[in-house]
């Protein structure tokens, strides 16, 4: 079946500019996770979704980032006022529930933002 | 604070060798310790995982080695391929699901 896509795969923004990123879970899953992945590092958690509500975003570094899951499927993450530090390698993860299902975090491809 | 440290940080295997890569966490209230391989351009895909009530696991030529009481947890690649050359990272859950990553292991296997 079909695993989890992002969109876009790629985004160049100018400083300053808001932008939004978009994850489409596999189909069913639950729980939704944002990480972030800086160059040559290990993803570093963001954000995460139990159904419409985010039940953690305390990686969220700031106030210029912000995500939403309006009917528990797809999500968006939407940052205010870029950064040239903000640029980075979004990566969306599903997992098909928590507390229960399976354990497995299936992850997108991710979008790579960059920041000029 | 890094809760999960990881090394080395690079790793160059012969091939049929064995390449391990080792990790270790502060927290002992992770409950879930999987290892992801991760492709130039790609998103992490899981490779193996284990709980902590479980020393050992083994799935095909990939095995989790954990020490709960060192509070270390190792992977171990048997007759390693220049196919699995990939950066591969350890992470830890956290209850209520987040991952927290190690830095990650770029791993050659030379043919």
């Known amino acids: 079946g079909a695993g989890v896509s992002q969109t876009p795969s790629n985004k160049v923004t100018e400083k300053g500019k808001y932008v939004e990123l978009r994850c489409d879970p596999i189909?069913?899953?639950?729980?939704l996770y944002w990480y972030r992945q800086s160059l040559g590092q290990g993803p570093e958690f963001l954000i995460y979704f139990q159904g419409t509500g985010a039940a953690d975003d305390s990686g969220l570094p700031n106030d210029r980032f912000f995500a939403v899951r309006p009917e528990g499927s797809v999500s968006t993450l939407k940052i205010q006022r870029t950064e040239r530090g903000d640029s980075a390698v979004y990566l969306c993860?599903?997992?098909?529930?928590?507390?229960?299902?399976?354990?497995?975090?299936?992850f997108g491809p991710g979008t790579r933002l960059t920041v000029l | 604070q890094q809760q999960v440290k990881q090394s080395p940080q690079s790793l160059i295997v012969q091939k049929g060798g064995i390449s391990i890569i080792n990790c270790a966490y502060e927290n002992t209230a992770f409950d879930y310790f999987p290892w992801y391989q991760q492709f130039p351009g790609k998103g992490p895909a899981l490779l193996i995982a284990i709980r902590p009530d479980v020393s050992e696991k083994k799935e095909g030529r990939f095995t989790i080695s954990f020490n709960k009481s060192a509070k270390q947890f190792s992977l171990h690649i048997m007759d390693s391929q220049p196919g699995d050359s990939a950066t591969y990272f350890c992470a830890a859950r956290e209850q209520g699901g987040k991952l927290i990553f190690g830095q990650g292991t770029e791993l050659s296997v030379k043919p």
């Open positions: 993860a599903s997992r098909e529930a928590a507390g229960g299902g399976t354990d497995t975090q299936y």
């Open positions: 189909s069913g899953h639950t729980a």
